[in-house]
C-alpha cells in the first residue's frame, strides 16, 4: 500500500512539474514605472534628433543581440551600420525638430514593451534650408535586459 502511495504522490508531482507556468497576476499593461522609464529613453533620443547627434538617438538601441530599423524600404540590421547611415545623413543637416503629436506605451508582457507615435518636424541643411513639415509614424520594440529597456526594433514611416 505504501508503494502505491509513493508512486502515486510521485505521478502528481511530474505532473504538476508539466502543468504550464502559472499566469502572473500583478502585470499591469499601462505600468506607469515602465511608462516613465521609456518616456526618458525616448526623450535623450530626441534630444539627439534635434541636435543632430547619431550617438544619443541610438543610445536607445541595445548594445547585444539583434537590432533592426526599419524606414522606406531601408532595413538595417547591425548597430554600427545604422550608427554609420546615420552619421552620414546627419552630416548634410544643421538642425532637425521633431515634436510627437501623440503616443501610446504598453507592455505586451513584464519584459517587452511597445510604444506607437506619430510626431511631425523638420530639417535645416547646411546650408540653412527648412523643410516643410513631415509626419513621422513610429513603432518601436523596447525589451527589458538585465533590469534596463532597451529598443531592439525599431520602425519609422514618413508619410509626405
Not at 533620443?45 to 538601441?61: F, H, I, N, P, Y
Not at 532637425?96 to 530639417?123: F, H, M, N
Request: proline fraction near 4%; aromatic fraction near 6%.
Amino acid at each position: 500500500m505504501r508503494t502505491h502511495a509513493l508512486t502515486a504522490l510521485a505521478g502528481a508531482a511530474l505532473l504538476g512539474a508539466c502543468a504550464p507556468p502559472a499566469q502572473q497576476t500583478d502585470f499591469d499593461p499601462d505600468d506607469p514605472q515602465v511608462i516613465a522609464a521609456i518616456d526618458s529613453i525616448v526623450g535623450v533620443s530626441l534630444e539627439g534628433v534635434r541636435t543632430v547627434d547619431a550617438g544619443k538617438v541610438l543610445s536607445m538601441a541595445s548594445e547585444t543581440g539583434d537590432f533592426t530599423f526599419v524606414t522606406g524600404d531601408l532595413l538595417l540590421s547591425e548597430l554600427e551600420t545604422l550608427r554609420e547611415n546615420f552619421e552620414d545623413t546627419y552630416s548634410g543637416l544643421e538642425s532637425q525638430s521633431q515634436e510627437i503629436l501623440e503616443k501610446r506605451i504598453r507592455l505586451l508582457s513584464p519584459d517587452i514593451a511597445v510604444l506607437t507615435a506619430v510626431s511631425e518636424g523638420t530639417y535645416t541643411d547646411n546650408a540653412g534650408w527648412t523643410s516643410e513639415p513631415v509626419g513621422i509614424g513610429h513603432t518601436i520594440i523596447f525589451v527589458r535586459e538585465n533590469g534596463t529597456w532597451r529598443a531592439r526594433h525599431v520602425h519609422q514611416s514618413i508619410a509626405r
